[in-house]
């Protein structure tokens, strides 16, 4: 299957790249406000010992943590290439690694609901990705997702028995009553958005609104058909001839996700705490799907509390005020810090890139 469409010009941003400067600048507000919070919340709920004996910890055990939280840009990189390729797109991994990059960015100075899929398709498309193709792509990337924690889930609770802790039980039902809220919030706005549109398409709201509104109903409905066109023989090539291609990918994403969730039950070794790390990777599960439900930029304030929430039972008093601010360093200040500094990189580098080409465009037509 050949691309649909030729590799824009990367200077043609248009509103993704306004967006990725607004990335980019709440990005640099949050990163000093976040260190500086974590390091008041180890400073107040550590013990000073712990604080002091620090040097003496296993190092490697930190080491690791940190390969943990970031090795997964590779593993997600990797799932995008491998079936950019297979539906015949030629990209490299930098290409994706830049996409997989710029939707972390924005999932994380974002509300964490909001997830980075609309950058991701938007980037893919960018790099000469169609847009069905680019939707296939993420929808794959959903259905792997599932895949795993549809197993992986009922798995560790059943080894970790986590049924038996209280904090999981409250934690629950607090869940459900906010998922509720969200869901019933969500459907209103779909309605209200769904009558102003139709509003507009009558005349309610004056002539010229209308025939805009017309226009721009109209390139949606000739867009969406060649979206939905090229969505469904993607997957229908999946299904031909992508089977093993799925599986590469699902075992990529187990690690990946296994990686994510293991960062705690490494700087949990390096404190020298004792460790569950099946339960561990669940409560990590837990806490991860709650900080949707939390309205901040990447859940700031939100996730500490509610780490600290689940693991005050579990690790000891000295050292969980660390822990919870070792956590979120490691998980999203620190990503947030370098993922904005790589793609900084990778902006420069391409200017350059276009300076030199266009310096190379005028000498040749001299």
Avoid at 330 to 348: D, E
């Amino acid at each position: 299957m050949k691309p649909s469409t030729a590799p824009p010009d990367p200077s043609d941003n248009g509103g993704l790249g306004r967006s990725f400067d607004r990335v980019l600048r709440t990005a640099l507000f949050l990163v000093p406000f976040g260190v500086l919070g974590n390091l008041a919340l180890s400073w107040f709920a550590t013990d000073h010992d712990v604080l002091r004996n620090l040097g003496d910890l296993d190092r490697r055990y930190l080491y690791l943590a940190l390969f943990l939280a970031l090795f997964p840009w590779v593993t997600n990189t990797l799932r995008l290439l491998v079936w950019a390729r297979f539906i015949g797109h030629r990209v490299s991994f930098r290409d994706m690694f830049r996409v997989t990059l710029g939707a972390e960015l924005s999932s994380s100075v974002f509300p964490t609901s909001s997830g980075g899929e609309v950058f991701r398709w938007g980037m893919m498309v960018q790099k000469g990705i169609s847009q069905g193709h680019a939707a296939s792509i993420v929808t794959l990337g959903y259905i792997e997702d599932m895949l795993f924690f549809a197993t992986a889930i009922p798995l560790s609770i059943f080894l970790s028995r986590a049924w038996e802790l209280p904090v999981l039980r409250s934690l629950g039902s607090q869940l459900r009553g906010q998922a509720l809220l969200v869901i019933v919030v969500a459907i209103l706005a779909i309605v209200a958005l769904r009558l102003l549109f139709k509003a507009v398409l009558r005349g309610f709201l004056g002539e010229a609104l209308r025939r805009r509104g017309l226009r721009i109903a109209g390139r949606f409905k000739r867009r969406s058909r060649k979206t939905w066109h090229d969505f469904r023989s993607v997957h229908e090539l999946v299904i031909k001839r992508g089977k093993s291609r799925f599986l590469l990918t699902y075992l990529i994403t187990a690690v990946q996700w296994t990686c994510r969730y293991s960062v705690v039950t490494a700087l949990a070794y390096f404190l020298g705490a004792r460790v569950d790390p099946v339960l561990f990777f669940l409560l990590q599960w837990v806490i991860f799907t709650a900080m949707m439900f939390i309205p901040t930029p990447g859940a700031s304030g939100g996730a500490e509390a509610a780490f600290y929430l689940v693991y005050q039972a579990l690790l000891p008093a000295g050292v969980i005020g660390i822990a919870t601010a070792g956590w979120r360093m490691l998980t999203f200040y620190f990503q947030l810090a370098l993922g904005s500094i790589i793609f900084l990189i990778f902006n420069i580098a391409d200017a350059r890139t276009r300076a030199r080409r266009r310096r190379e465009q005028v000498e040749a037509e001299a």
